[in-house]
């Protein structure tokens, strides 16, 4: 029988008069994996803060109840102190120091170094680091995922899937980790690359690491924990071994609700639409993420899947077209040449994009949520402005107010309304945010890139019912940019798959799932 590693008792947390978790008992055992599961908003990533010793925690008042950690009580005043019992984090945003190697990542503050005789006399603070031995255990970390890092990569330069890589190889690092807590480590990988995450999980869990495991991927809960728990609204609402349960049935603890899959996507002859941008010899200098000679023709009023694996340049193509990475090539924009490397330009004309990078590119962290909305159309449209005694523009924030709470009553914002600041929301209700930017700049062409990296089941369909809707009602092209081909297959017309910088095929979204893979794997259509 396995011991106990961590035990919450009657654990409850409130910011203001928000409760936000509400009497949790929650137990897990050494070597043991737990699905934690729940709708964004539901207090997964609360829980998580109070477990690491978060300060917003401590600066909000605290918790009450009480945690036990490996037979001791505890309330860790620092994540520091959370890191020494033997807790490790993989946060859902990176962590990352982007002027580093990927080796100086994994081992920050831990590194090993070299002793000699002057050491002896004047201490550690002159000793030097031992840059043969710390890239020694980075390649032992990497090894244990099966990815293809040699570790003097550096952050700045790699594709999101591998930075999450760098994260999880860091925590795995560490000396005497007894829980690891993972949150949404599999958003941004492919279905391979998730497989492998998965493996290693197990291996862990066999040498007696216990996992607390959050993610959307349902089938991922039902292939790697032990069990699962759910949270709805800051409840826990079951903890049941996995093998005892099924996704349907995970999904309406989560939401309170039965969810209704959607199959209805638009089935039309795309020869004969109108080509609305023509896209010849594409090349994009994207990190991780190259395109080499990209041909594509997107037709308006689709909805076109770009897929594939991580780091074949699925990425690349929306990031080329805006101007944020350097791109040479023959791109049309209705019959016109499109202007490249000059991020402005296509936004002028009608061309909007929902980047992968939400906090990097897509949002205003200590903005409010409705300045964000509204802040594209302001700059680039002139919208949201009137006129100051007849002469001058100034904002008009009733109508940026109006116009927020319309989205985030049609998305599901959870907030505490139009006016709280974005870096406050979870993951998810941020990505809403960015989509509910598009939709007020009503492009002719959306690229959206990951829409829905890190929400839950509920979110996750109403985002992609949204996209849809969106499309049938104001005919907008939009280009679907993602890491799972049943994401994809659920809301697109065609899905290219890109593999090594290039088309190696396009398909309609009914076709089968070994076909797509096929493509992925670079076997062309046909073979």
């Known amino acids: 029988m396995s011991n106990t590693l961590l035990k919450i008792e009657n654990l409850s947390k409130s910011f203001g008069e928000n409760t936000v978790l509400k009497d949790i008992n929650l137990e897990l055992n050494e070597g043991e994996i737990l699905g934690l599961v729940g709708e964004n908003g539901a207090g997964k990533s609360t829980l998580m803060k109070i477990i690491f010793g978060m300060d917003v925690i401590r600066e909000t008042g605290g918790y009450n109840g009480k945690i036990s950690f490996d037979g001791k009580e505890v309330n860790f005043a620092s994540p520091f102190d959370a890191l020494n019992a033997g807790i490790g984090m993989v946060h859902q945003e990176f962590s990352l120091i982007p002027g580093f190697k990927v080796s100086e990542n994994i081992v920050l503050n831990r590194e090993s170094i070299k002793n000699n005789v002057v050491t002896h006399f004047f201490g550690d603070s002159i000793s030097k680091i031992d840059q043969k031995e710390n890239m020694k ?27 999450q890589f760098t994260e999880i190889a860091r925590e795995i690092e560490r000396e005497h980790t007894k829980l690891l807590v993972l949150d949404e480590p599999t958003a941004v990988l492919t279905e391979d690359e998730a497989e492998i995450l998965l493996e290693t999980m197990k291996k862990l869990s066999a040498k007696g690491i216990a996992i607390i495991f959050i993610t959307h991927r349902l089938n991922e809960i039902m292939a790697v924990s032990d069990k699962v728990t759910v949270l709805r609204d800051g409840q826990l609402i079951n903890t049941v071994p996995t093998k005892s349960t099924n996704v349907n049935e995970i999904t309406e603890w989560m939401i309170g609700r039965k969810v209704n899959s959607s199959s209805d996507a638009k089935k039309v002859a795309h020869d004969d639409l109108e080509t609305l941008l023509e896209i010849r010899d594409l090349w994009v200098d994207m990190p991780g993420e190259m395109l080499k000679g990209l041909n594509l023709d997107i037709k308006k009023g689709e909805i076109l899947g770009l897929g594939g694996m991580a780091g074949q340049g699925k990425i690349a193509v929306a990031n080329g077209i805006m101007g944020l990475f350097k791109s040479k090539g023959d791109v049309k924009y209705k019959n016109e ?71 985030i009553e049609k998305l599901e914002i959870k907030s505490m309304g139009e006016k709280q600041k ?64 049943e994401e994809l297959r659920s809301i697109c017309d065609r899905i290219a798959i890109i593999n090594e910088g290039k088309v190696a095929g396009i398909l309609p979204a009914s076709a089968g799932i070994l076909e797509f893979g096929k493509l992925m794997s670079g076997i062309k259509e046909g073979e």
């Not at 099966?146 to 330069?157: P, Y």
């Not at 939400?358 to 006129?387: C, H, T, W, Y």
């Open 137 to 163: 255990r980075t390649q032992e970390a990497i090894s244990k995922l099966g990815v293809n890092l040699t570790g003097q990569e550096q952050i700045s330069e790699m594709a999101v899937a591998y930075k």
């Open 337 to 407: 040449a499109l202007v490249l490397n000059k991020p402005t330009y296509p936004l002028e004309k009608g061309i909007f994009f929902v980047s992968e990078d939400r906090k990097g590119v897509g949002l205003l962290l200590d903005e409010s949520i409705e300045r964000n909305i509204a802040f594209p159309a302001m700059q680039i449209k002139k919208q949201f402005f009137k006129k100051f005694l007849g002469v001058f523009n100034v904002i008009d924030d009733k109508a940026v107010t109006e116009n927020a709470k319309k989205y």
């Open 422 to 485: 974005v870096g406050e929301l979870s993951g998810g209700n941020q990505q809403k945010v960015c989509v509910a930017k598009a939709f007020t700049m009503e492009p002719d062409l959306l690229f959206v890139s990951e829409p829905t990296r890190g929400i839950d089941v509920g979110a996750k369909q109403l985002v992609l019912e949204t996209l849809k809707e969106y499309n049938r009602e104001r005919n907008t092209t939009i280009v679907v940019t993602s890491s799972e081909i």
